[in-house]
């Protein structure tokens, strides 16, 4: 059950904030090629931090370490089968035709194998394939919110939510999205 949301709301410490989010987002999403039942590929940001939110997305996938899975420095192998590996560039291609901005990856990698490139997304809308379906790759789609109230009715408006995650310094803040989340695990 993907397409799990994980939200990052503003704070005031925003240089340390920012890149702890980034990169728990990152592995949300990333994590076993995005083969994964709870894997976090919408990434709701708060509209005041999206830019930075999204340079330093794109750094991390850029970085990620491609390769041979027995490979202990390997930090993304392959897709699963064939069949999955198109599905997934299929979306990639769907994403790319309904407006959203494909930021880096996008593309197989190498001639053998079901690579896929780490692929970000930004300027995602909610009516985007890539919000609302499940892909099971590693595509990470980045949606801009701009308040609490409107981010909660967009994060529940999944037909999956098996997790969701909350990300802010304000324990008080983290505590009310939470609850107000319909997900399995938050």
Same mark, same amino acid.
């Given at each position: 059950?993907?397409?799990?949301?994980? &939200?990052?709301?503003?704070?005031? /410490?925003?240089?340390?904030a920012v890149? &702890?989010?980034?990169?728990c987002a990152h592995?949300?999403?990333?994590?076993n090629?995005?083969?994964?039942?709870?894997?976090?590929?919408r990434v709701?940001v708060?509209?005041?931090v999206?830019p930075?939110?999204?340079r330093?997305? /794109?750094?991390?996938a *850029?970085?990620r370490?491609?390769?041979?899975?027995?490979d202990?420095k390997?930090?993304?192998g392959?897709q699963?089968?064939?069949?999955?590996?198109?599905?997934?560039l299929?979306?990639?291609?769907?994403?790319?035709?309904e407006?959203?901005? &494909?930021?880096?990856g996008?593309?197989?990698?190498g001639?053998?194998?079901?690579?896929?490139?780490?692929?970000?997304?930004?300027?995602?809308?909610d009516?985007?394939?890539?919000?609302?379906?499940?892909?099971?790759?590693?595509v990470?789609s980045? &949606? *801009?919110?701009?308040?609490?109230d409107?981010?909660?009715?967009?994060a529940?408006?999944?037909e999956?939510?098996?997790?969701a995650? /909350?990300?802010?310094e304000?324990?008080? *803040?983290?505590?009310?999205?939470a609850?107000a989340l319909?997900?399995g695990?938050?």
């Amino acid at each position: 059950m993907e397409e799990d949301a994980f &939200l990052m709301l503003q704070s005031n /410490v925003l240089c340390i904030a920012v890149e &702890l989010a980034v990169e728990c987002a990152h592995q949300g999403v990333f994590f076993n090629q995005g083969q994964c039942c709870t894997a976090a590929s919408r990434v709701y940001v708060e509209e005041s931090v999206y830019p930075e939110f999204v340079r330093r997305s /794109v750094d991390h996938a *850029k970085r990620r370490i491609l390769g041979d899975p027995f490979d202990f420095k390997t930090e993304h192998g392959p897709q699963i089968d064939q069949e999955q590996f198109d599905k997934i560039l299929e979306y990639i291609q769907s994403g790319k035709d309904e407006g959203a901005k &494909l930021e880096c990856g996008g593309s197989a990698i190498g001639e053998r194998g079901f690579f896929i490139k780490p692929t970000v997304f930004s300027e995602v809308t909610d009516d985007m394939r890539i919000a609302k379906e499940e892909i099971f790759g590693p595509v990470q789609s980045i &949606l *801009k919110f701009k308040s609490i109230d409107d981010v909660i009715k967009r994060a529940n408006n999944t037909e999956y939510g098996l997790t969701a995650a /909350v990300f802010t310094e304000s324990l008080d *803040k983290a505590l009310s999205v939470a609850s107000a989340l319909q997900s399995g695990t938050v």
